[in-house]
C-alpha cells in the first residue's frame, strides 16, 4: 500500500505534515461494460414510465448531483433547478433526502451507501452484502455499489412511478420484485427488446442472461470509471508535484488542525465513512413511512434501531464539494459557507435556520417545514448533536473554502451521450 504523506504542507514550509493513509484502490476498467453502462445509465427506459433516468438526479452538470435539496423525481419534468411538476402526472411529494453525488464511489474504501447507510459490504451476508431488503435481494450484484441501483427503480417517488401507472410499479405495489414476471424482470425485458442493448451485452457479458442485475452491474462499471477524480490540485501536492496555493494551504492547515474538520473527514477522499448527528434542520417529507404522518427522518437510527444513531448521518466525501450544492442529508444549505459555519455552532445555526437557505423548486401543497415547526423534535436533534461550537473568524472561514476548492476535480470521461438505444429523450 502506498501511503502519503502531505508534501504540499511541507513545502509551504509549515511544521505540520499529514499521513492520511493509503492511496486509493481503483478497479481496471473493461470499457465494452463501461460503454454499455453509460447509456442505460442515461436511458430512461430503467423507470416505470420511461420518463426518468438515473441521470436526472446524478447530472454531471450538476456535479453529479441535481442541484436542489429535495428532488422532484417521477412526476417532473426538466433537469436541475429548473425541474417542475408533469402538470398531466403530478408526483405525490419531493423526494425526501438530497441526491448525493457520484464521485470516486468505485474506490475500493467506499463500502457503505446512502445517508444513512442502509445498503454495505458485509462479507458476512451469503453475498457479501447487508441491506434491510434482505438476502434474496443482493443476488447477483457484484458490488454494493451495483446493488445500491436497486432503490431508485423501486421508489415510487424516484422511479418506479406510483400505484398502477405502469406494469412495473404494479409490481413494486404487490410486493413482486424479484419473482419471474416481478419488476426486475420487467425492466430486463425491456432492456432485452432493444437490439442494440441486446447486441452490446453479448459483446460484454458473453455468458451471461440480461437481467437487472447484469444491468446494475455495469452501470456501476460505468460510475467507477467516469467519475474517478482524484487529480485534484490537493492531489496534486499530496504527490509533491505542485504546492498548494497560499490561502488553500492556510485552509487545509486549519481543516487539519484547529478547525477539527479532519476528525470526520478523514483520509484520502476526507471521509471517515461513519455517521455523526450534527444538528441538521429537517425540511421536506423526512424518511417516515407514509401512515406514520410525520416528516421525521431518524437518519441512521432507522436502520440500526440504535437511540444512539438517532439523526446521525453519513460523513459524506468532500472531493468535488465546491460543485455538489446544496449540502447535508435534505440539502438544508444551498452555499457551502453556509454548511461550513453551519459546523461552527450546529445548535444556534439548527434554531435560526430558515427555509431561504435551501433550493426547493414549487410543488404547491408540499409539506415542507412541519418539523421545523416543531420545537420538541428540534430540541431532540439539538440533543443528538455531536459537534462542539468552535470560534473561527471570516478569513479563516475563507481559507477553509479555499482548501475545499483545491479538492475540486470535475472529471468527465464519456460525457453524456446525444442518444441512447431506446430512443427516449436524455436529460442534457
Not at 445500491?148 to 421508489?155: E, G, I, R
Request: one cysteine or more.
Amino acid at each position: 500500500m502506498i501511503r502519503a504523506t502531505l508534501l504540499g504542507v511541507l513545502m509551504s514550509g509549515s511544521a505540520m505534515a499529514l499521513d492520511i493513509g493509503p492511496a486509493p484502490e481503483f478497479p481496471a476498467p473493461d470499457m465494452a461494460r463501461v460503454e454499455l453502462g453509460w447509456l442505460l445509465f442515461y436511458d430512461p427506459i430503467l423507470s416505470g414510465n420511461r420518463n426518468v433516468s438515473c441521470a436526472t438526479c446524478h447530472h454531471p452538470r450538476h456535479g453529479t448531483s441535481d442541484g436542489v435539496s429535495l428532488a422532484i423525481g417521477e412526476g417532473g419534468i426538466g433537469l436541475g433547478p429548473d425541474r417542475r411538476i408533469d402538470p398531466d402526472n403530478p408526483p405525490e411529494q419531493r423526494i425526501p433526502r438530497n441526491a448525493p453525488a457520484l464521485w470516486n464511489l468505485g474506490a475500493s474504501e467506499f463500502t457503505t451507501f446512502f445517508h444513512d447507510g442502509r445498503l454495505e459490504t458485509d462479507p458476512s451476508q451469503p453475498n457479501g452484502i447487508r441491506t434491510p431488503l434482505g438476502m434474496q435481494m443482493t443476488e447477483g450484484f457484484q458490488s454494493a455499489l451495483a446493488a445500491q441501483a436497486m432503490f431508485p427503480v423501486l421508489s415510487a417517488d424516484e422511479m418506479a412511478g406510483h400505484y398502477s401507472e405502469n406494469d412495473v410499479s404494479k409490481a413494486v405495489r404487490l410486493g413482486l420484485i424479484t419473482p419471474e414476471g416481478g419488476a426486475w424482470d420487467i425492466i430486463a425485458a425491456r432492456v432485452e427488446a432493444i437490439p442494440e442493448y441486446k447486441q452490446r451485452f453479448s459483446d460484454a457479458l458473453p455468458d451471461k442472461d440480461i437481467t437487472f442485475a447484469e444491468i446494475a452491474n455495469v452501470i456501476a462499471d460505468f460510475i467507477a470509471f467516469e467519475w474517478r477524480a482524484d487529480n485534484s490540485p490537493f492531489d496534486q501536492a499530496m504527490w509533491g508535484e505542485k504546492p498548494l496555493e497560499a490561502e488553500a494551504q492556510e485552509g487545509m492547515d486549519l481543516f487539519y488542525g484547529k478547525a477539527g474538520c479532519g476528525t470526520c473527514h478523514s483520509g484520502w477522499f476526507q471521509t471517515d465513512h461513519d455517521f455523526h448527528a450534527i444538528a441538521l434542520p429537517q425540511i421536506g417529507p423526512g424518511k417516515a413511512a407514509r401512515f406514520e404522518n410525520h416528516s421525521r427522518d431518524d437518519g441512521r437510527l432507522r436502520v440500526t434501531g440504535d437511540a444512539a444513531d438517532a439523526f446521525a448521518f453519513r460523513t459524506p466525501s468532500l472531493r468535488n464539494v465546491t460543485l455538489t450544492a446544496p449540502y447535508g442529508h435534505n440539502g438544508a444549505f444551498a452555499l457551502l459557507e453556509d454548511m461550513v459555519r453551519h459546523h461552527l455552532d450546529p445548535v444556534q445555526s439548527l434554531t435560526e435556520f430558515s427555509l431561504a437557505k435551501a433550493v426547493l423548486p414549487a410543488f404547491p401543497g408540499a409539506v415542507d417545514t412541519s418539523q421545523l415547526e416543531n420545537k420538541e423534535q428540534t430540541q431532540k436533534i439539538a440533543e443528538a448533536n455531536d459537534l462542539e461550537p468552535l470560534a473561527l473568524s471570516d478569513a479563516e472561514i475563507s481559507a477553509i473554502l479555499a482548501f475545499l476548492k483545491s479538492l475540486e476535480d470535475p472529471a468527465e470521461r464519456l460525457g453524456v451521450p446525444k442518444q441512447v438505444p431506446s430512443g427516449l429523450p436524455v436529460d442534457q
